[in-house]
């Protein structure tokens, strides 16, 4: 695991560009695991910009998001569907047909369609780097406090915690789901690759706990300690709690510098 901190949310954005541009540069094949939220919003529009810039391209790679929630319909402004259109693909070059969001109405039969989202991962040959962002209580996805380990794709119940934070997406007296469809821990812990990303001061307990508290379903993010190729590139307001700072800034510094060597040599 390494914990990457970033001045502040744009730089973080840069960073984690950086990682899935080299991604994309090696494999344009890429199978990329996405999020939704505030968090990831400045490191979409890097991206589209990159692309506008010619300097990268989606047109092969596959994409499957986290979650989704259940009882908003696809072209519902607060659906992740309509997110995932309006601020990152509607803008590239990526071919609708390769994107993959989970999605469940009431008439549908939740464990069929998560059953059909495993099976659509694993028939394109798993997920070679999943962006995640950190909820305030821990969760990853919609894996809230408590999930499982070994859980996959399925219907989870929000808690109360997380129906507040989201609250701010919705109009006053406008329906607010309370269950969503999730990549469960196991999905996600089976990526290749692993960025969580965090920024603000009202993350910094949850990244504390998960990058150096114990290990429990009480924080799911904290399962990713099991992983082993997990990146946290979060911004100083969201180390703000953590102990061993000095010690990630030491690692980051040398890790960049072999990094640059390597790269130096290779030309
Ligand atoms: C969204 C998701 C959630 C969010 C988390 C943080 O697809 O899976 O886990 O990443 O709730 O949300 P923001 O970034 O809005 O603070």
Redesign the pocket.
Known sequence: MQVIISSDPQSVADRASLFIKRKLEKNPQLILGL??????LKLYQKLINLYKKQLMSFKTTTTF???EYIGLASDHPQS?HYFMKENFFKHIDINLTNTYIPQCNQKQNPFLIAETYEENIKQCGGIDLQI????RNG????NEPSSSLSSKTRIKTLTKE?IA??SRFFKQGEFQPIQAI?MGMQTILAAKMIILLATGKH?AEAVQKAVEGPVSASCPASLLQFHQHTVFLIDEDASSQLKNKSYYYHVDDLTQKIENLYRLSDI
């Open positions: 999020s939704t939220g505030s968090t990831p998001n986290l979650d992740y995640l962002g950190i909820g969760h990853i996805g919609f997380t934070d989201n999730t993350k």
